[in-house]
């Protein structure tokens, strides 16, 4: 079997408290690894001290080999905080108001991938099958085909696609796509993102699908499917069970006393849709009276790309959204938003997610969010809780048995969660069964598996 090697932006190298990353890419990829093996290749998260970003540190642990650089300053202003997360990834999200478009900046994008390719190519072998992740490294292949590299070359986007009248006003929009066409497969998460990507080459004459996936351009016949990304469903369940006995999750319990809990957990990002979130919640308790000092949603929150401006300046606004919403509807004896911005580990959230009666996923666009599986996957199929989930989430297509609802109509998520919190026992097995079965058939091995098949 050829060697699979993987790169991406974020690596996580577990750490001696096994603490998992907040990010569901890395989260996924390392269980996709950890099963087959291989290199993996990515960004340290560390910036270097001088203008140098210094030699690359391999290390094994187990089946895998992590291969880190240390990225400058600079390149990490441009490339990663820059053309990555304030253009790529607002338009991606259907944000283009929010989209800060900067030459210097993509040029730098352009640079940091040239730079990986160069890291990289000392370490391959011929028959390497190469699996690209995210929008931080579109132009890689071409930067290796560049090299003369005629390996496998897969990509997945872990984020949607865009529409052609977003996409196109994006400058260097032709250049983003001419880069995919250098894979050999180009994996999406959902049906709709494939429909967006060739509807934008379609409009801009780059390109057009042929028959089994195929896509035709200027100079290149590739793939194009969709690989909709799954959890460790198994593990994860079981990981749940054994919560119970975890002393934060015990405390926890505790101190909700007999309340009913709602759980959120995103990291802090403009496209989780939390600001929508919190006013619904609001709006429940106002609208439905019965639930005063009956419920406790608490919301997990681990602040993310601080140095972007929309973000930091997000941090602020919640913080104090969250503490109006309780000085204005909480109570001596309750305070009904418990807003936490610390990254809990994953064997906790597990037994969280289980304590809890409603799971809260409203993006306003999102991937596939890992969190929504995540939930479904730690409840009890005596006493499931019920999934009330975003339409825009790209787990909506999947999660059946979830209550779908439209992010941005507050009073549509707060009459949801008045349905889901009085929601009979047979139903919330019924409903919970259906999203549990497709989690089941369709984990993250299944993901790995259809992807590298496809690729092979
Ligand atoms: O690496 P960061 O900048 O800290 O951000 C964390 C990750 O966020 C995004 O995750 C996406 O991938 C998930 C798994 O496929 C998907 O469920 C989610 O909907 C996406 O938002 C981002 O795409 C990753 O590259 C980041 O590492
Ligand atoms: O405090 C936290 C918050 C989130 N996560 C994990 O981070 C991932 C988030 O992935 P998702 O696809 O929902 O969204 P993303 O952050 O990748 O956009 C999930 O596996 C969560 O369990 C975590 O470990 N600790």
Redesign the pocket.
């Given at each position: 079997m050829s060697r699979l090697v993987v790169v991406?932006?974020?690596v996580p190298i577990p750490d001696k408290t096994g603490a998992a990353?907040?990010?569901?890419?890395?989260?996924?990829l390392e269980a996709a690894l950890q099963e087959r093996g291989g290199l993996w290749l990515g960004w340290s998260g560390q910036t270097s001290e001088t203008d140098e970003p210094g030699p690359l540190r391999t290390e094994t642990l187990g089946p895998i080999t992590y291969a880190l650089t240390d990225l400058t300053r600079t390149d990490v202003d441009e490339y990663?905080f820059g053309f990555a997360?304030r253009v790529l990834w607002p338009i991606c999200h259907y944000r283009l108001d929010l989209a800060e478009y900067a030459r210097r900046e993509m040029a730098g994008y352009f640079r940091v991938n040239r730079f990986f390719a160069e890291r990289l190519a000392p370490l391959l072998q011929p028959d390497d099958v190469i699996w690209i992740?995210?929008?931080?490294l579109i132009p890689l292949a071409g930067e290796l085909r560049r090299m003369g590299f005629k390996n496998r070359i897969g990509f997945f986007l872990?984020?949607p696609w865009p529409p052609a009248d977003i996409l196109l006003a994006m400058p260097v929009h032709e250049e983003i796509m001419r880069s995919l066409s250098q894979y050999d497969l180009v994996g999406f998460?959902t049906d709709h993102d494939l429909e967006n990507f060739l509807g934008c080459l379609k409009r801009e004459g780059m390109g057009q699908a042929l028959d089994e996936g195929r896509i035709q351009t200027e100079d290149r016949i590739f793939r194009g499917g969709v690989y909709s990304?799954g959890i460790e469903t198994s593990a994860f369940a079981e990981f749940a069970e054994k919560a119970a006995g975890n002393p934060t999750v015990r405390r926890t319990k505790r101190s909700i006393e007999d309340r009913k809990l709602i759980i959120g957990v995103d990291?802090l990002?403009y496209?989780k849709g939390l600001t929508q979130r919190i006013d619904a919640f609001e709006r429940f308790v106002v609208g439905y009276p019965a639930y005063h000092g009956k419920v406790t949603f608490l919301q997990i929150t681990p602040k993310?790309?601080s140095e972007v401006p929309e973000y930091e300046a997000m941090q602020r606004a919640l913080a104090e959204q969250a503490g109006r919403v309780n000085g204005s509807i909480g109570a001596v004896d309750w305070v009904p938003i418990r807003y936490i911005n610390r990254s809990i580990a994953r064997p906790v959230l597990a037994g969280l997610y289980r304590l809890a009666r409603v799971g809260l996923v409203t993006?306003l666009r999102?991937?596939?969010?890992?969190v929504a599986k995540e939930y479904i996957a730690a409840q009890d199929p005596e006493d499931p809780g019920v999934l009330v989930l975003s339409r825009f989430?790209?787990?909506a297509r999947s999660m059946k048995g979830a209550l779908l609802v439209n992010p941005y109509d507050v009073e549509g998520i707060a009459h949801a969660l008045s349905r889901a919190l009085a929601m009979p026992l047979d139903e919330r097995k019924d409903r919970w069964r259906v999203s549990m079965d497709d989690l089941l058939a369709n984990d993250v091995t299944r993901w790995c598996d259809d992807f590298l098949r496809d690729l092979g």
């Open positions: 991406s932006n974020r990353p907040a990010g569901g890419l890395a989260v996924a990663y997360n992740h995210d929008y931080h872990h984020i998460q990304i990291r990002d496209s993310s790309r993006p999102d991937g596939m969010n890992l989430a790209g787990a």
